[in-house]
C-alpha cells in the first residue's frame, strides 16, 4: 500500500481543488513552515469558498483521489460555519477544510500568493499552492 507524504496529500488536494476551479488558501502548519518557522502538524488546513452545487463535484473527486468524507459533513459545516474534516485513505494524514465565513479569512483567500512546494522527485513534480501573505514577514524583507 502506498503511503502519501503530507507534502503529497497538500500537492493531492490542491490539484483537486485548481482541477474543480475552487477557490482556496492553505493556512495552519503548513502556511507557518513556508514561512521558515517549523511546526509539527499532521494535516493540512485549507480554507476554500464553494459555491453552490459544487459540494458534491468536490465529495466525487476527492473520492477519485483516495480522500474520504461525505456531501452531508461539508453541507453541515457550511450551514453551521464549522470543518469539515477530509480524510487521506492513504496516509495517517488529513485536511481540515472550512468556507470563508470572515472578512479575515476572505482578506486571506483575496491576498494569498502561489509559492512552489517543493516535493521529493519520486512522487510528483514541484508544485505551486497557495498560501496566505505573512505581512510581518514580508515587511521584514523590504
Known amino acids: 500500500m502506498h503511503s502519501r507524504t ?3 496529500v ?3 488536494i490542491s490539484r483537486v481543488l485548481n482541477d474543480l476551479g475552487i477557490d482556496y488558501v492553505i493556512v495552519g502548519g503548513i502556511a507557518v513552515a513556508s514561512w521558515g518557522n517549523l511546526r509539527t502538524t499532521r494535516g493540512v488546513d485549507i480554507i476554500m469558498s464553494l459555491e453552490e452545487g459544487t459540494v458534491e463535484k468536490l465529495v466525487e473527486a476527492l473520492r477519485a483521489h483516495d480522500f474520504l468524507t461525505s456531501v452531508w459533513d461539508v453541507e453541515a459545516a457550511l450551514r453551521e460555519r464549522s ?3 477530509i480524510s487521506d485513505k492513504l496516509s495517517v ?3 481540515d477544510a472550512k468556507g470563508v465565513y470572515t472578512a479575515k479569512e476572505a482578506e486571506s483567500l483575496k491576498r ?3 509559492y512552489i512546494l517543493e516535493t521529493h522527485p519520486s512522487t510528483s513534480p514541484h508544485r505551486k499552492i497557495p498560501l496566505p501573505t505573512n505581512s510581518c514577514l ?3 524583507r523590504t
Open 6 to 8: 503530507l507534502e503529497d
Open 10 to 12: 497538500t500537492v493531492e
Open 83 to 85: 470543518h469539515f474534516t
Open 93 to 95: 494524514y488529513h485536511v
Open 112 to 114: 494569498k500568493k502561489w
Open 138 to 140: 514580508e515587511a521584514s
